[in-house]
């Protein structure tokens, strides 16, 4: 995202705990978070999870204490949404506005500057700021109040884990039943089971591409807890939860975990008996044997 403001003539000033991962992607160097907010008419966070933001934005020389009146703070991140409620009011008392707005897309998307936004909050914040959505978003939807944007990302990523969880697990079975996984995928993206895994991820990964660089094992799991604590914060029932917590629980424990989340697909492969859906030494994609 970085690389494509500056690509579009934003003067962007980064900041990141890693020396050297801010001017690597095309911004000029800041010396710290409150060096960032002090300087910046629109601060973009894109952190792990919101254990990481409520310091960043209420910690000693955080966003909060270096942001003024006006400035809008947008949060990138995958975040519990009631936490970003209450960093919303924490920030609505200093005059700032903070707009949640998780994105969607993966880091291909990214790079491409096609991402999906959500958003949550003043309306009117959005507008302000919407042409910095512009280098690296094809679709912003405006979702509500504070909260909303999180809440619809939190939902959004459930399906993706459940999705890649079950295309995975189909496909190790497929694998295992001597089928060609090429007109396995066929046949399901014509058919009812089609999914965005079985679309965009696992006819690279037959292939041996398994998109390395996405969301890792470790940041899906945090994600399907996020959902289920959502889910029982709204009162709502929560019933298939556990399946891809399983799945990408295995694939922590089996070593994958910051790894991209598609290596889920070698996890249970694992647990088969060591099943791989790609044969490096005959360079196709392994049917059966």
């Known amino acids: 995202m970085t690389r494509r403001l500056a690509g579009a003539g934003y003067e962007v000033l980064g900041y990141d705990p890693v020396a050297g ?15 960032v907010a002090a300087r910046s008419d629109c601060v973009l966070m894109s952190l ?18 270096s942001c003024r009146p006006g400035q809008v703070i947008v ?19 200093r005059g700032a506005e903070y707009l949640d707005a998780g994105i969607s897309g993966g880091a291909a998307a990214a790079e491409k500057g096609t991402l999906t936004i959500m958003v949550g909050g003043a309306e009117t914040a959005l507008q302000s700021v919407a042409e910095v959505f512009e280098p690296i978003a094809a679709k912003v ?6 909260g909303a944007g999180h809440t619809t990302k939190v939902l959004n990523n459930f399906l993706n ?24 995928l066929d046949v399901i993206n014509t058919s009812s089971g089609v999914n965005f895994a079985t679309l965009q991820r696992f006819p690279r990964i037959i292939r041996g591409d398994y998109l390395e660089g996405g969301l890792t094992s470790a940041l899906m799991t945090k994600d399907i807890v996020l959902y289920a604590d959502c889910l029982r914060e709204l009162g709502a029932p929560s019933l298939l939860a ?9 694939a922590n424990s089996l070593g994958y975990t910051d790894q991209i989340s598609n290596r889920v697909v070698d996890a249970i492969g694992d647990l088969a008996g060591g099943v791989r859906l790609y044969d490096p030494g005959s360079g196709e994609t392994k049917a059966g044997d």
């Open 21 to 35: 991962k801010a001017q690597a992607a095309g911004a000029i160097p800041a010396d710290s978070v409150a060096d």
């Open 48 to 65: 792990p999870g919101s254990s990481v933001i409520e310091p960043v934005v209420l910690g000693p020389a955080g966003v909060l204490e």
């Open 75 to 93: 949060d990138l991140s995958t975040a519990a949404p009631s936490s970003t409620i209450r960093l919303h009011a924490a920030l609505a008392e």
């Open 141 to 146: 939807v405006y979702m509500g109040a504070s």
């Open 161 to 184: 884990a459940v999705s890649l969880a079950a295309t995975a697990e189909v496909m190790v079975a497929a694998r295992l039943a001597g089928l060609d996984l090429a007109r396995v």
């Open 242 to 250: 556990s399946g891809p917590l399983a799945a990408f629980g295995l």
